[in-house]
Protein backbone atom coordinates (compact mmCIF):
# COMPACT_ATOMS: atom_id res chain seq x y z
CA UNK A 1 0.00 0.00 0.00
CA UNK A 2 1.24 3.25 -0.92
CA UNK A 3 0.91 5.90 2.39
CA UNK A 4 1.45 9.12 0.36
CA UNK A 5 -1.02 7.56 -2.91
CA UNK A 6 -3.47 5.33 -0.98
CA UNK A 7 -2.73 2.72 -3.52
CA UNK A 8 -4.42 -0.75 -2.83
CA UNK A 9 -5.31 1.24 0.27
CA UNK A 10 -9.20 -1.00 -0.29
CA UNK A 11 -7.21 -4.17 -0.40
CA UNK A 12 -5.16 -3.17 2.90
CA UNK A 13 -8.45 -2.44 4.71
CA UNK A 14 -10.06 -5.61 3.34
CA UNK A 15 -7.24 -7.69 4.45
CA UNK A 16 -6.64 -6.37 7.81
CA UNK A 17 -10.77 -6.88 8.09
CA UNK A 18 -10.59 -10.59 7.55
CA UNK A 19 -7.17 -11.03 9.56
CA UNK A 20 -9.33 -8.96 12.65
CA UNK A 21 -12.49 -11.68 11.57
CA UNK A 22 -10.41 -14.35 12.03
CA UNK A 23 -8.97 -13.55 15.42
CA UNK A 24 -12.06 -13.13 16.48
CA UNK A 25 -13.66 -16.28 15.01
CA UNK A 26 -16.31 -14.41 13.27
CA UNK A 27 -16.78 -13.82 9.05
CA UNK A 28 -16.99 -11.45 6.95
CA UNK A 29 -21.02 -10.95 5.02
CA UNK A 30 -22.12 -9.15 3.05
CA UNK A 31 -25.90 -8.61 3.49
CA UNK A 32 -28.07 -7.05 0.37
CA UNK A 33 -31.45 -6.08 1.69
CA UNK A 34 -33.93 -3.35 -0.32
CA UNK A 35 -33.69 -0.27 1.44
CA UNK A 36 -37.41 0.02 2.92
CA UNK A 37 -35.85 -2.49 5.11
CA UNK A 38 -33.00 -0.28 6.38
CA UNK A 39 -34.57 0.67 9.88
CA UNK A 40 -35.50 -2.46 10.96
CA UNK A 41 -32.83 -4.40 9.73
CA UNK A 42 -30.13 -1.66 12.16
CA UNK A 43 -32.52 -2.40 14.68
CA UNK A 44 -32.56 -6.35 14.37
CA UNK A 45 -28.32 -5.85 14.03
CA UNK A 46 -27.84 -3.88 17.02
CA UNK A 47 -30.08 -6.33 19.46
CA UNK A 48 -28.72 -9.97 18.29
CA UNK A 49 -25.15 -9.50 16.68
CA UNK A 50 -23.35 -7.62 19.01
CA UNK A 51 -22.08 -4.74 17.52
CA UNK A 52 -21.08 -1.74 19.72
CA UNK A 53 -22.47 0.63 17.11
CA UNK A 54 -24.47 1.02 14.41
CA UNK A 55 -22.79 0.50 11.25
CA UNK A 56 -21.95 3.35 9.05
CA UNK A 57 -20.04 2.28 6.21
CA UNK A 58 -23.25 0.96 4.06
CA UNK A 59 -23.64 1.33 0.28
CA UNK A 60 -26.73 2.30 -1.18
CA UNK A 61 -26.76 1.54 -5.18
CA UNK A 62 -27.68 3.93 -7.61
CA UNK A 63 -31.36 3.83 -7.76
CA UNK A 64 -31.75 3.84 -3.86
CA UNK A 65 -33.80 0.71 -3.75
CA UNK A 66 -31.23 -1.53 -2.32
CA UNK A 67 -28.59 -1.18 0.14
CA UNK A 68 -25.42 -3.81 0.96
CA UNK A 69 -23.02 -3.61 4.18
CA UNK A 70 -20.65 -5.84 4.92
CA UNK A 71 -20.39 -6.82 8.83
CA UNK A 72 -18.51 -8.91 10.75
CA UNK A 73 -20.86 -11.67 12.72
CA UNK A 74 -20.65 -14.76 14.27
CA UNK A 75 -22.15 -18.02 12.26
CA UNK A 76 -24.71 -18.33 15.04
CA UNK A 77 -26.15 -14.96 14.23
CA UNK A 78 -25.84 -15.10 10.61
CA UNK A 79 -28.03 -18.07 10.49
Not at 49 to 58: E, T
Request: net charge negative; glycine share 6%.
Amino acid sequence: MSCTEGYNKNLFLEQVGEMTAQLKGKTIYKLSYPSWEHGTRLTWLMRNANLADAPKDFRVDDLGTKIEIDLMLDEVVYI
